[in-house]
């Protein structure tokens, strides 16, 4: 219990004998611990604490009031910002200015009461400084003076309904996370960039996939594959590998959203654990109505006005040094809220939680700004720590044509499809599909990687309803004997005669000619046809030599 006296345990003589004036008590103490003792015994003994409604001002009965709805404390900051400051003072300074007699604010003027005293307690977020009531006070005189004292430790999340208006372009979530994953793995593991297949992804919803995909232990810090723990991934059923990757996220320690956020630049590492500033910001959350959509400015001013120090409290505000990039200027102080710890809130609901598949997201149109959200069906599953209910789907067959193309839904099975995309080379992606074509140059590839043909075999043969005659024979006989026949580019050499090839062939130009086709026609190392011309002009023969629309030179 911290009460009166030991609220005035540490003052000052001087400041005593203000508060004994304030309340017109005898003070005749000679020291301040003699003096603590007597202000606390006469204070109580005067009765005047039965009587602060018509004692204090209106403001100062709002504060009071207020800090007893929130069981007698609040955090300093949080209590100052809103109700006002006190003016730090020694004691030659106290007796000099009297800040007493004129207070600043409501809060000052309580201070000069004893009514409020300041100290630090143990939080969620540590130990945090706290403006409170002096255990005895609020127990003896605020019942009278707030005799309708909430029940409630806080106040309720007044979180706004969403207009209608701000709601008419809706983006649902989604399990889309598993797909683009999938993806990210497949084109990382073949040195493939898989942007062609991520469509309408954001350069920041990627940077976070492959962040988290760091964090899963399915990507080394140098964004390469880790082949042993992808296989033990795609052995996860989907709701299973979906809550490995919220996992992951939520209860990393590592990984700073802060450093997310568009539009700032954190120099150095953020001194802050990570974890509880997701955790009180999802809290919120689980109050609200999953059939509602809500209003996204509403819920960052509700926290602004809650729980305004959930990231930065007390001396954070100017110690962190964050910039702004758009100017350079560092955002210190609270007044930098809005540019931090807003948009910090504003990215986490329609970036992770939106990616994860926990929060509907809604605005007035198409490209205008996200103005809503609601909580997904997902949601209460995963912050219960829970398997999510995913719905069971009939996978779709991989459908496969005479030409070697390969046409992936994003139904068929992610593991599938990871194994397909590392046989082939990558066409578009278009109508909800994923298209890939079969080509020496990809078999060869996937060979390189341990990867065999018979197993793309047994992969089709399996996941879908026919194979072409004509893929089938060529896959099986490219398993038995490789390729069967090839295409290149070659630079081709005709000669007048088979007198001029046997000159050529006894010149030192000889080691150009790569491949006789016949007795006047043979292949030439790409780049040498200038070399040649020199050494048939020697030999006493013109060269001809054909660019690509045919003209001599």
Excluded at 201 to 217: A, G, I, K, P
Excluded at 333 to 347: A, K, M, N, P, T
Excluded at 411 to 417: L, Y
Aim: glycine share 6%.
């Amino acid at each position: 219990m911290t009460d009166l006296r030991q609220s005035l345990v540490k003052s000052e003589f001087s400041y005593l004998k203000v508060v004994a004036e304030k309340w017109e008590l005898p003070f005749d103490a000679p020291d301040a611990r003699q003096g603590m003792e007597l202000l606390a015994e006469t204070l109580f003994a005067s009765n005047k604490l039965a009587d602060l409604g018509n004692i204090l001002s209106a403001e100062e009965v709002e504060t009071l009031v207020w800090l007893d709805d929130r069981n007698g404390r609040e955090t300093w900051d949080h209590f100052t910002r809103r109700f006002g400051e006190i003016r730090e003072m020694g004691a030659g300074r106290l007796d000099r200015e009297r800040p007493d007699l004129a207070p600043i604010s409501p809060v000052e003027g309580l201070w000069y009461r004893a009514l409020i005293a300041r100290g630090f307690f143990e939080s969620e977020s540590g130990l945090l400084e706290f403006a409170y009531i002096p255990d005895d006070i609020r127990e003896f005189a605020l019942p009278l003076l707030n005799p309708a004292r909430k029940e409630t430790t806080q106040e309720t999340f007044l979180c706004r309904k969403a207009a209608s208006r701000e709601t008419k372009e809706r983006q649902p979530a989604s399990t889309v996370i598993l797909d683009h994953v999938c993806t990210i793995l497949a084109g990382l593991r073949m040195d493939h960039d898989p942007l062609d297949h991520l469509p309408e992804v954001t350069d920041s919803e990627r940077s976070f996939y492959q962040m988290l995909l760091v964090l899963t232990d399915l990507l080394d810090e140098k964004l390469s594959t880790l082949p042993k723990n992808l296989r033990l991934y795609y052995d996860l059923a989907e709701p299973d590998a979906l809550l490995k990757l919220w996992n992951s996220w939520l209860v990393c320690d590592t990984h700073h959203d802060l450093n997310m956020v568009e539009g700032i630049q954190i120099e150095g590492v953020p001194e802050l654990d990570p974890i509880p500033v997701r955790q009180r910001l999802i809290a919120p959350l689980k109050d609200l109505d999953p059939q509602v959509w809500w209003s996204m400015e509403s819920f960052i001013t509700q926290i602004k006005e809650r729980f305004p120090d959930f990231l930065r409290s007390a001396g954070e505000y100017d110690a962190m040094f964050i910039k702004d990039k758009k100017n350079g200027t560092f955002l210190t102080g609270f007044s930098s809220w809005d540019y931090v710890e807003g948009e910090l809130i504003r990215y986490i609901l329609t970036g992770p939680l939106h990616w994860l598949g926990l929060i509907d997201l809604a605005g007035a149109a198409e490209d205008s700004p996200i103005l809503a959200f609601r909580v997904g069906k997902l949601f209460q599953e995963f912050v219960d720590g829970g398997v999510p209910s995913l719905p069971i789907a009939s996978p779709d067959p991989i459908q496969i044509r005479s030409k070697g193309e390969i046409r992936v839904t994003m139904d068929v099975a992610h593991k599938i499809r990871y194994l397909i995309a590392r046989f082939c080379e990558w066409g578009p992606y278009k109508a909800d599909s994923y298209y890939y074509f079969i080509t020496p140059a990809s078999l060869t590839r996937a060979e390189k990687q341990g990867l065999k043909v018979s197993h793309l075999l047994s992969l089709l043969k399996n996941h879908t309803e026919a194979i072409p005659p004509n893929i089938l024979a060529a896959l099986e006989r490219w398993y038995k004997q490789g390729i069967q026949a090839s295409i290149s580019q070659k630079t081709i050499m005709r000669l007048g005669s088979p007198a001029v090839l046997k000159a050529l062939k006894r010149s030192p130009a000889e080691r150009y000619i790569l491949e006789q086709l016949g007795p006047t026609v043979v292949i030439i190392k790409e780049g040498s046809e200038e070399k040649i011309s020199q050494a048939l002009v020697e030999l006493g023969f013109f060269v001809g030599i054909e660019d690509q629309t045919g003209s001599q030179t």
